[in-house]
């Protein structure tokens, strides 16, 4: 008799808040900017940061911003990813499947335990970031080994890599962008991703190579580059540009959503867009392939915000093109990642009646 052996999918996005009171934000960006993978500068600066300037007037202008993009379903980045689990739990039913958010509901923990009280014995745990970051990839894998770590028998764990060049990736936002590029007549395409302190560039890099993009030093992956966001999305821009035939001066890269006054990666987003509007771009796509859910920093801060400086600045039309959602494609990709990490089933070795005496 062989002992059951089942397999289980953890799906892990950043998070959101449950709601758009203040005091629900307030409550999420505190989980949030306390992780030291994200603010990684000494405790009392930290401290100051966060309870004299952050938390004090960012939740009020962040709620107001949530408002703006919450929906009956509630948070678009919950409900999306959690369509996106449906879609692939019935896309891939030999497995089990559970969302969880680093920050925030459902946790990590409850996916979890989920897994485990369905007697889930080896884990995926697939992060939903295509590009490794330390503050998203690497602070999701410690918080499930964190959790994990607390048990006495603890699960196998395999983790889905960055995916930012896999090909089913690619595939799927080529097939959700290229329409709507094509019905907007866009003249030019700009990829935004979300930003980083420099700093943590500089970290990633165990060389001690990294120049920030000088020399061209970004624009190739490597072995000296390879835990190199900025390389990472150059790389992503470069295939889906290529997937949707565009110019070489149709398109362009920038990095959205800093925080803090520290140097960030450039070039800005609203300063790329503002530039790309008096420059006499008229219909401009827009495409996030940092983020696999809509959420805030495309609903709000590009449809909404970035449309409004577009306009501001001289410029005609400017189209979000959505993420991948539950977009068909997108399932059946990750559905490829999913079993081509996760192997065949194996069933444990049988228990002989020597060995349970």
């Given at each position: 008799?062989?002992?059951?052996?089942?397999?289980?999918?953890?799906?892990v996005n950043l998070g959101t808040p449950d709601g758009t009171k203040p005091s629900q934000v307030r409550r999420y960006l505190r989980e949030f900017l306390n992780d030291p993978r994200v603010i990684d500068i000494n405790p009392i600066g930290k401290w100051l940061l966060l309870n004299l300037i952050i938390l004090p007037f960012r939740p009020k202008q962040s709620a107001e911003a949530y408002e703006q993009v919450w929906t009956e379903r509630g948070s678009p980045l919950l409900f999306h990813s959690q369509d996106f689990c449906d879609g692939l739990s019935e896309a891939v039913p030999e497995y089990e499947f559970e969302l969880a958010m680093r920050y925030g509901s459902p946790s990590i923990k409850s996916g979890l335990d989920s897994l485990r009280g369905r007697g889930c014995d080896e884990i995926l745990v697939f992060p939903l970031y295509p590009h490794y970051a330390a503050s998203s990839t690497g602070s999701s894998i410690q918080a499930v080994y964190d959790v994990l770590a607390e048990e006495w028998n603890t699960p196998a764990i395999t983790v889905v890599p960055s995916f930012y060049g896999h090909d089913a990736f690619i595939r799927a936002f080529k097939d959700v962008a290229a329409p709507v590029v094509s019905e907007q007549s866009a003249d030019h395409v700009l990829f935004s991703f979300h930003s980083l302190p420099e700093r943590h560039i500089t970290k990633s890099d165990p060389t001690g190579w990294c120049q920030m993009g000088e020399g061209g030093c970004c624009d190739t992956?490597?072995?000296?580059?390879?835990?190199?966001?900025?390389?990472?999305?150059?790389?992503?821009?470069?295939?889906?540009?290529?997937?949707?035939?565009?110019?070489?001066?149709?398109?362009?890269?920038?990095?959205?959503?800093?925080?803090?006054?520290?140097?960030?990666?450039?070039?800005?987003?609203?300063?790329?867009?503002?530039?790309?509007?008096?420059?006499?771009?008229?219909?401009?796509?827009?495409?996030?392939?940092?983020?696999?859910?809509?959420?805030?920093?495309t609903l709000e801060e590009i449809a909404m915000r970035g449309a409004e400086i577009f306009e501001e600045n001289g410029g005609g039309t400017l189209t979000l093109v959505p993420s991948l959602n539950a977009h068909p494609s997108w399932i059946k990709g990750a559905a490829e990642i999913v079993r081509s990490l996760i192997g065949p089933h194996r069933p444990h070795r049988a228990i002989t009646e020597e060995e349970r005496s």
């Open positions: 008799m062989s002992v059951p052996h089942k397999k289980g999918v953890l799906l992956m490597n072995e000296r580059n390879q835990y190199c966001y900025r390389a990472q999305c150059i790389e992503t821009a470069r295939l889906l540009a290529e997937a949707l035939q565009l110019g070489a001066d149709s398109w362009s890269v920038a990095f959205q959503s800093r925080l803090t006054r520290d140097p960030w990666l450039t070039p800005n987003t609203e300063s790329a867009i503002a530039d790309l509007a008096k420059n006499g771009t008229k219909n401009l796509a827009v495409m996030c392939p940092a983020f696999v859910a809509d959420c805030l920093e």
